[in-house]
């Protein structure tokens, strides 16, 4: 069975850093691209990162360029996320999920950890 | 890019079918086969039930089906069934590297 587990979330003052992990079973985790989503409070998803099956290739949103680093550790089956310099407009659930890049979809995902930008 | 445009609720009682558009541009729906859609029960993983506009992922239910005319997709749900209650999503490619996702549709089973 597929299963993609998100933990780190937390609240966090503007400014400060936060490190989302993601921790992947069920599947040959080196062979797939992997992405980053989120959902704000009352709002629609959005796309976050993408990163290519070895980690070589990685590419952000330009809502976070700069701020986020998506990264992967595929002898852990660990997908990550450093976010830092965070702001209250990243308040969101974040979700990982599994991508077809020569296809655009993200077939798993997982259930989502809550961060919280407040002071 | 800007987030593509959906209805934000529909609804329909058990049985009939039900229709969500997703409105896009000539840079995104438009011009590309790649539009997904997501089911989301709140508190829960989204689920992939479209993609590639048309396709159905093994164990998806036929009931569920996709279209696109231009530059807007279309999700139809037929046989509404109480567990179809959730949240919507389409997604579209919209350039090299990059997806949309629309802002999502909130249906109700009455």
């Known amino acids: 069975e597929v299963q993609l587990v998100e933990s780190g979330g937390a609240l966090v003052q503007p400014g400060g850093s936060l490190r989302l992990s993601c921790a992947i079973s069920g599947f040959t985790f080196s062979s797939y691209e992997m992405s980053w989503v989120r959902q704000a409070p009352g709002k629609g998803l959005e796309w976050v990162s993408y990163i290519s099956n070895t980690g070589s290739i990685i590419f952000y949103a330009d809502s976070v360029k700069g701020r986020f680093t998506s990264s992967r550790d595929n002898a852990k089956n660990s997908l990550y996320l450093q976010m830092n310099s965070l702001r209250a407009e990243d308040t969101a659930v974040y979700y990982c999920a599994r991508y077809y890049g020569g296809w655009y979809y993200f077939d798993y995902w997982g259930q989502g950890t809550l961060v919280t930008v407040s002071s | 890019q800007s987030a593509l445009t959906q209805p934000a609720s529909v609804s329909g009682s058990p049985g009939q079918s039900i229709s969500i558009s997703c409105t896009g541009t000539s840079s995104d729906v438009g011009s590309y086969n790649f539009v997904s859609w997501y089911q989301h029960h709140p508190g829960k993983a989204p689920k992939l039930i479209i993609y590639?506009?048309?396709e159905r992922p093994s164990g998806v239910s036929i009931r569920f089906s996709g279209s696109k005319s231009g530059n807007t997709a279309s999700l139809t749900i037929s046989g509404l069934q109480a567990e179809d209650e959730a949240d919507y999503y389409c997604c579209s490619r919209a350039g090299t590297r990059d997806v949309v996702f629309g802002g999502g549709t909130k249906l109700t089973v009455l």
């Open positions: 590639e506009v048309t």
